[in-house]
């Protein structure tokens, strides 16, 4: 939010419509479920529309950038819609897998806390390459196309397993094993690939880092409250344990 220069958010309630809005569209929810989901979604919407109508083309945040590109409300809305659930619900999730994941190698915490250098960027990519928040992501083919020797016709829904390519033994050797540091850590599709790769891959590699580096370096002796794995949340295309007990 600060690099965006958006200020005077309430952020539980801004928390609420983001995980509101992936179960509206992730998720499998009952009719009478969608309602109330659609409550949320529709207030995070008339939230952005107000503060879009009431930004000056000369302020220096992310709404007046937009007014004075002469983007219109409604495009500009979507558009923040999905860009600050992407900011945040992400890297939320990707913190959570992060911390329960290195918390179960108590040998790696012990030297993170002593500042091994790069060791927290290398952990970070290890959780992206095999349990990545997204797991998976929705296209349609925009004419008929052969993948992998099936023909598709055009506009057939297709759901792509980004998750899977971290496990791909043909790619990494033994990739079930946690082994920050491998060689090739990066040949993976946490962030998708090509003309859509994910905006913010740099912000979000950076928050896990400083993150994970600043939490063990401030508790070494933190534990994981229980070896049971979490509750999980497990949408469509999110997966992430839904909290961390740690003691
Ligand atoms: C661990 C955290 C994150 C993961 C796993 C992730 C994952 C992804 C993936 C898989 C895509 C590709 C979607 C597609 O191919 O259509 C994507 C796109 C995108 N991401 Fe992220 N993302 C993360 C964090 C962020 C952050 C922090 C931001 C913004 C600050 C962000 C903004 C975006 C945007 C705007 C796009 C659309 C890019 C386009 O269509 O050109 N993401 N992300």
Request: proline share 9%; with cysteine; glycine share 8%.
């Amino acid at each position: 939010m600060e690099v965006l220069g958006i200020s005077d958010v309430d952020v539980p309630a801004l928390k609420a419509w983001s995980t509101a809005s992936l179960e509206l569209f992730w998720g499998n929810p009952s009719p009478e479920r969608q309602h109330e989901l659609a409550v949320d979604a529709s207030a995070f919407h008339r939230w952005l529309t107000a503060r879009i109508r009431a930004a000056s083309p000369g302020g220096d945040d992310l709404f007046s950038a937009l007014v004075a590109h002469g983007t219109p409300v409604r495009e500009a809305a979507g558009l923040c819609y999905f860009l600050l659930i992407a900011g945040q619900e992400t890297t939320t999730q990707l913190l959570s897998t992060l911390l329960d994941r290195v918390l179960r190698h108590p040998d790696v915490w012990l030297r993170l806390a002593d500042g091994e250098p790069g060791l927290a960027a290398a952990c970070v990519e290890e959780v992206l390459r095999r349990e990545p928040p997204v797991t998976t992501w929705r296209r349609v083919t925009s004419r008929p196309v052969a993948l992998s020797g099936v023909d598709l016709p055009a506009g057939a829904p297709l759901l792509l397993m980004l998750a899977g390519t971290g496990s791909d033994p043909d790619v990494f050797a033994e990739p079930e094993s946690f082994c920050p540091g491998r060689p090739g850590a990066r040949k993976h599709l946490a962030f998708g690939y090509g003309r859509h790769f994910c905006l913010g891959a740099g912000l979000a590699r950076l928050e896990g880092e400083v993150v994970l580096r600043t939490v063990a370096r401030r508790f070494p002796d933190l534990r994981l409250a229980s070896p049971e794995p979490p509750p999980m949340l497990g949408l469509l295309s999110f997966r992430a344990p839904l909290g961390v007990a740690v003691v």
